[in-house]
């Protein structure tokens, strides 16, 4: 049993799961079952009645993110999309979302093409702006925040983000996606929802789809619970395990993660062909002092910029050894990908450039492989487009 005194590091390796009274097991079973027998009409043993509602293996899962978050409850989902729509869900026509300009390609279509037809009504504006959080419309039902922001790595000051929403009286939802409660713990500012993608830092491995959704207060709970249960996108019991088990060594794997980034972000700053380098642990990054105010470590991606546009980023990405051309981030190995093309190709192309996204933009997830390894594979590959 751990205590709320434990560090991260050592609530990740416990959180969520006692050794079973039965069996003794230190993992929680996979609890592949999609009912459960009852003693009488309506008296389920033990509480449980079907697996969309009761599931061991992903209550385990839920309580250990609730444990490292702070929250009241959490709840997961089959993908960070699913918990994001989810909270779209608990929402009603007319209401104002608030969200930053440059978040995930993914929520931006979700926002724009699907929730916008159910009535909600979305202002996309810069969060980072402290006067822009200042004077949110009166009727701002949700302030909606990614820090640091995918792909561009903005930093939204959060303590400025819920004194702006408390103003008007709106909830804040924060996507903790790249920092990960290891980094930033969001609830400790006052926010109302917590999301994640544990797609990515969270389970770690490349191998599992999944998303999360958190509140700060037991009174939200049941709404929640009653969202996720309603909709009906709820995690396999297999995927919540294997989420679970990648939470056990979250605490290690962003230590590497972020000590890797920093020194390759520094790599790349001194490079001669590379014409822009955004990590919010370097002291250029507009965000910097922000970032070490609400951050403890700055995290394991980084974006830089080619000068020569598509063509020289394609010739730059091929050219790796150990950085894997793919989509997606926050696994043990290198991931490189060029967002404008791939991962936010589904925001439109003005808006990409007017907030930031250009052509030779390339993100990297920095794995956890040897740092300097994959700092000579770099160097190889820019020699050879430079
Ligand atoms: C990937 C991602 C999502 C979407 O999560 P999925 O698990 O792919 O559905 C949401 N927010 C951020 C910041 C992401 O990186």
């Known amino acids: 049993?751990?205590?709320?005194?434990?560090?991260?590091?050592?609530?990740?390796?416990?959180?969520?799961?006692?050794?079973?009274?039965?069996?003794?097991?230190?993992?929680?079973?996979?609890?592949?079952?999609?009912?459960?027998?009852?003693?009488?009409?309506?008296?389920?043993?033990?509480?449980?009645?079907?697996?969309?509602?009761?599931?061991?293996?992903?209550?385990?899962?839920?309580?250990?993110?609730?444990?490292?978050?702070?929250?009241?409850?959490?709840?997961?989902?089959?993908?960070?999309?699913?918990?994001?729509?989810?909270?779209?869900?608990?929402?009603?026509?007319?209401?104002?979302?608030?969200?930053?300009?440059?978040?995930?390609?993914?929520?931006?279509?979700?926002?724009?093409?699907?929730?916008?037809?159910?009535?909600?009504?979305?202002?996309?504006?810069?969060?980072?702006?402290?006067?822009?959080?200042?004077?949110?419309?009166?009727?701002?039902?949700?302030?909606?925040?990614?820090?640091?922001?995918?792909?561009?790595?903005?930093?939204?000051?959060?303590?400025?983000?819920?004194?702006?929403?408390?103003?008007?009286?709106a909830e804040v939802a924060v996507d903790n996606t790249f920092a990960t409660p290891a980094l930033q713990n969001p609830f400790d500012f006052g926010v109302d929802y917590i999301i994640h993608s544990t797609t990515k830092y969270i389970s770690g491995h490349s191998d599992v789809v999944g998303g999360a959704l958190l509140v700060r207060e037991e009174g939200k709970k049941e709404d929640v619970w009653f969202h996720q249960n309603s909709a009906g996108t709820v995690n396999s019991p297999f995927d919540a395990f294997l989420t679970l088990r990648g939470v056990r060594t979250l605490a290690l794997r962003m230590e590497r993660h972020c000590e890797s980034a920093q020194m390759l972000a520094e790599f790349l700053q001194d490079h001669s062909s590379i014409s822009k380098v955004i990590y919010p642990g370097l002291a250029s990054h507009p965000h910097h002092a922000i970032a070490k105010d609400q951050m403890r470590a700055f995290g394991g991606m980084v974006c830089c910029e080619l000068p020569g546009g598509i063509p020289q980023a394609t010739a730059f990405v091929k050219h790796l050894r150990l950085f894997t051309l793919a989509e997606s981030l926050g696994g043990v190995e290198s991931l490189i990908e060029l967002p404008?093309?791939?991962?936010?190709?589904?925001?439109?192309?003005?808006h990409r450039r007017a907030i930031g996204i250009e052509d030779g933009l390339v993100r990297l997830s920095v794995g956890i492989e040897n740092a300097e390894d994959l700092r000579r594979d770099l160097e190889q590959a820019l020699a050879q487009v430079s």
């Open 340 to 350: 404008a093309p791939m991962t936010h190709a589904s925001v439109p192309a003005a």
């Open 1 to 169: 049993m751990t205590s709320s005194k434990d560090s991260f590091g050592t609530r990740a390796v416990h959180a969520g799961w006692v050794p079973d009274e039965q069996t003794g097991a230190v993992m929680p079973p996979i609890c592949m079952t999609s009912t459960y027998v009852q003693d009488a009409p309506a008296q389920p043993r033990n509480g449980f009645e079907y697996s969309r509602t009761q599931n061991v293996t992903r209550f385990a899962l839920q309580d250990a993110l609730a444990d490292l978050e702070g929250a009241a409850a959490g709840f997961t989902f089959t993908s960070g999309m699913a918990a994001i729509h989810t909270l779209m869900l608990m929402l009603k026509p007319g209401d104002r979302i608030v969200a930053g300009n440059d978040l995930y390609g993914g929520t931006h279509r979700l926002f724009t093409k699907i929730a916008a037809r159910f009535g909600l009504i979305f202002d996309f504006v810069d969060t980072t702006d402290p006067a822009v959080l200042a004077s949110l419309p009166s009727d701002t039902r949700l302030l909606y925040i990614e820090t640091p922001s995918n792909p561009l790595l903005n930093v939204t000051s959060i303590e400025a983000a819920v004194k702006g929403a408390k103003r008007v009286g």
